[in-house]
Nanobody, 128 residues
Framework: QEQLEEAGGGLVQPGGSLRLSCAAS????????MSWFRQVQGKEREFVAT????????????SYSDAVKGRFTISRDRTKNTVYLQMNKLQPEDTALYFC?????????????????WGPGTQVTVSS
């Protein structure tokens, strides 16, 4: 059974940084796009970033939401079967529960319906 597990969330002051990780187990996800989403209670899940599968290396494609572009960086380590989200210049509006997700195929998508596996999430709180 494939599983995703996020880690690295916490409380950080505005302007600070956090690095989230998403470890996959049960199978490798090198043939699938991996993405990060976030959700604030009472609101819909929001796309954050996506990275295409490593099977397309070196033609790896990455995209971000406008809200995080220039501040967040998504990456993946095939040897560790792990995806990362480096978050810099965090702001209070970045406060949310962050989820990683594995897609149906190699291409990334901003639609949550295109993802078949989800982690339980890790909370990020940005506050002074």
């Amino acid at each position: 059974q494939e599983q995703l597990e996020e880690a690295g969330g916490g409380l950080v002051q505005p302007g600070g940084s956090l690095r989230l990780s998403c470890a996959a187990s049960g199978r490798t996800f090198t043939d699938r796009a991996m993405s990060w989403f976030r959700q604030v209670q009472g609101k819909e899940r929001e796309f954050v970033a996506t990275i295409t599968s490593e099977s397309k290396w070196p033609d790896i494609r990455i995209s971000y939401s406008d809200a995080v572009k220039g501040r967040f960086t998504i990456s993946r380590d095939r040897t560790k079967n792990t995806v990362y989200l480096q978050m810099n210049k965090l702001q209070p509006e970045d406060t949310a529960l962050y989820f990683c997700a594995a897609g149906r195929e190699w291409r990334g998508s901003a639609s949550s319906s295109d993802y078949v596996s989800w982690g339980p999430g890790t909370q990020v709180t940005v506050s002074s």
